[in-house]
């Protein structure tokens, strides 16, 4: 790698952000396409979230990601939100523009729908409502791409319910109808459902095992888990013994990347098998 004068400059700001494979995502996408440019992991303090974004445009950074725990305080930080990133109540990808101000938008409901595409591209969002397993961070940016997709009916189920509750107050618009329910009711609520998404930590490499009898979902439907460490788990694991097409997390992780990569180095990326491997390999070796 030859870094110049010239070299375009982006990164991903988090606390601790060593776990992240942002940089080996986008550092894969320059170097298949042959552009001057690196992004690099920063280490960010939240108390110094606003000083080290407000530096982006003296630094001659394009912009960054963002992740745990900056993607709510960015809001109020940088003086542009796109409408989505406001009603999702999250920023994961900053954009220096030409007047040096920052604009913050979220991705992850674009990644989650492009992977979804990838994957079961004959899945109907008029076919049967979507279950979705709880209302952290990511299932508000869940909802609001199903939303957005035009699902008739989101049926949110999550340990605390209030978080649920709040989720289909803020994100219901009059295209989706989404509800919220109580956890002990998930068995049930897959009854006629034509996707079901795990949105929660359980099944990642050392949280519990997500407990859930899959008995009454229609074999037709899709079933999609976005955590990626472990991408096998139980969840696809006993879907696909049961016959459903199966949608792993890591489609969508490299999926979100996209729209800030193109803003920043001028190039649309390709999400492929290639880079597919080389992302993989970083989720192994840890
Ligand atoms: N593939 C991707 O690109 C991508 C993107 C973002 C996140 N993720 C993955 O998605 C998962 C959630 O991330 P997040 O940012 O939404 O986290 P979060 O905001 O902390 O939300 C965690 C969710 O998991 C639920 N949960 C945790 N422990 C539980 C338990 N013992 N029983 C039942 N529910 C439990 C929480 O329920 P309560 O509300 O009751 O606490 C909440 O709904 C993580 O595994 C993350 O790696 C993947």
Same mark, same amino acid.
């Given at each position: ?7 375009r400059?982006?990164g991903?700001?988090?606390w601790?952000?060593?776990h992240?494979?942002s940089?080996? #995502?986008h550092n894969? &996408? ?7 440019g ?8 939240p108390e110094?979230?606003?000083?080290a974004?407000r530096a982006? +445009?003296?630094?001659?950074f394009?912009g960054?990601?963002?992740?745990i725990?900056?993607?709510e305080?960015?809001?109020s930080?940088v ?7 406001? !009603? ?6 900053v ?10 938008r =979220?991705?992850?409901?674009f990644?989650? !729908?492009e992977n ?6 004959d ?7 979507a279950v ?5 961070g990511a299932? !508000?940016?869940?909802?609001a791409a199903l939303?957005?997709?035009?699902? +008739?009916?989101?049926?949110?189920? =999550?340990?605390?319910?209030g978080?649920a509750e709040i ?6 618009v009059p295209?989706? !109808?989404?509800?919220?329910h109580p &956890?002990?009711?998930?068995?049930a609520l897959?009854d ?7 949105t929660?930590?359980l099944?990642m490499?050392?949280?519990p ?6 008995? /009454?979902l229609?074999?037709d439907?899709?079933?999609v888990?976005i955590?990626?460490v472990p #991408?096998n ?7 696909r013994?049961?016959?459903?097409r ?5 489609g969508?992780?490299?999926h /979100?990347?996209?729209p800030?990569?193109?803003?920043w180095f001028?190039t649309p990326?390709r999400?492929?098998r290639? #880079?597919?491997?080389?992302v ?7």
């Amino acid at each position: 790698m030859r870094i110049t004068g010239r070299t375009r400059l982006a990164g991903i700001m988090g606390w601790p952000v060593s776990h992240s494979r942002s940089p080996a #995502l986008h550092n894969f &996408w320059l170097g298949e396409y042959g552009i001057d440019g690196v992004y690099v992991p920063l280490p960010v303090r939240p108390e110094q979230l606003r000083q080290a974004l407000r530096a982006l +445009p003296a630094l001659g950074f394009r912009g960054c990601n963002l992740t745990i725990p900056h993607k709510e305080a960015a809001l109020s930080i940088v003086d542009r939100v796109d409408p989505l990133a406001r !009603r999702i109540g999250a920023v994961n990808t900053v954009i220096v523009a030409p007047d040096g101000a920052l604009e913050g938008r =979220n991705t992850d409901a674009f990644g989650f !729908r492009e992977n979804l595409n990838d994957c079961a591209p004959d899945w109907d969002p008029a076919a049967g409502g979507a279950v979705v397993f709880g209302a952290g961070g990511a299932a !508000r940016a869940v909802v609001a791409a199903l939303i957005e997709a035009r699902v +008739p009916e989101i049926r949110l189920v =999550n340990r605390t319910i209030g978080r649920a509750e709040i989720l289909a107050r803020d994100l219901a618009v009059p295209h989706g !109808r989404v509800s919220a329910h109580p &956890w002990a009711a998930r068995d049930a609520l897959l009854d006629g459902a034509g996707l079901l998404v795990n949105t929660t930590s359980l099944g990642m490499t050392g949280a519990p095992e997500l407990e859930i009898d899959l008995s /009454q979902l229609p074999t037709d439907a899709v079933v999609v888990d976005i955590v990626y460490v472990p #991408l096998n788990t139980p969840l696809l694991v006993a879907a696909r013994q049961r016959g459903h097409r199966t949608v792993d997390g890591l489609g969508m992780l490299l999926h /979100q990347g996209r729209p800030g990569f193109e803003a920043w180095f001028g190039t649309p990326a390709r999400v492929t098998r290639e #880079l597919r491997a080389a992302v993989l390999t970083t989720l192994v070796a840890r």
